[in-house]
């Protein structure tokens, strides 16, 4: 079975503060995607993870993959009230996208 | 930069009746998809459509859905009979290889 299991689903964290959110999926996978999503609207793109090892990094948020261990991790450095949001990761098993729970950052003063 | 984008941006219906519901995807992707979230949950796969016909579908896209691609550039999910459990954000995606680019949704609301 197609799993992709999110870790943790919520996260309470000051500002300044460094955490990792963890994304594992049962299965080999084409590619991993972590995307934002704000309350109420779409999905947008943060990173796409495509190969053993890949790290990508984009202001305060690293993105990285290990497709031996099926884990990739979006860490987040010096948090601030910006980044409050839901964050999905997704693994890609031919066609479709399999997103894991979310994890529901609030990043308070 | 090109988006793309879905109408209606929120649909109520009544449990029984059909709804349409629209996307455009980026003008020179291939590859279109369709998901749902029901609200405070994952976002779920329904479908994938390629070359005028469906590709992949998941356990939730059964007899009552169907998608299609009536022209060039729209492309459609139908829910023929609604349920109240249908409720939930519909995202529309399309992809020119393998990255996905969402549409900003349809919140289905079932009455």
């Known amino acids: 079975e197609l799993k992709v299991e999110q870790n943790p689903l919520f996260l309470s964290m000051q500002e300044g503060k460094n955490y990792t959110i963890y994304c594992n999926y049962s299965?080999?996978?084409?590619?991993l995607y972590w995307y934002r999503q704000d309350p109420g609207k779409s999905l947008e793109s943060l990173f796409v993870?495509?190969?053993?090892?890949a790290v990508k990094q984009e202001g305060r948020l690293m993105a990285s993959l290990d497709t031996k261990a099926r884990l990739s991790t979006l860490h987040i450095t010096a948090a601030v009230h910006d980044l409050s949001a839901t964050y999905f990761c997704?693994?890609?098993?031919?066609?479709?996208?399999?997103f894991g729970t979310g994890t529901r950052l609030q990043v308070f003063p | 930069e090109p988006e793309v984008t879905q109408t209606p941006s929120h649909q109520v219906t009544q449990m029984g009746q059909e709804v349409i519901l629209r996307c455009v995807p980026i003008?020179?992707?291939?590859?279109f998809y369709w998901y749902r979230q029901i609200l405070g949950q994952k976002v779920e796969f329904l479908v994938s459509?390629?070359?005028?016909?469906?590709?992949?579908k998941s356990e939730i896209f059964d007899d009552q859905f169907s998608v299609e691609r009536p022209d060039g550039s729209n492309f459609t999910l139908k829910i023929r009979s609604t349920k109240l459990e249908d409720s939930a954000m519909y995202f529309c995606?399309?992809?020119?290889?393998?990255?996905?680019?969402f549409g900003p949704g349809t919140r289905l609301t079932v009455t």
């Open positions: 995606a399309s992809s020119e290889a393998y990255e996905q680019y």
């Open positions: 299965t080999t996978s084409d590619r």
């Open positions: 459509f390629y070359n005028n016909e469906i590709s992949e």
């Open positions: 993870l495509l190969s053993n090892g």
């Open positions: 997704a693994a890609q098993f031919f066609d479709k996208l399999i």
């Open positions: 003008s020179n992707h291939l590859y």
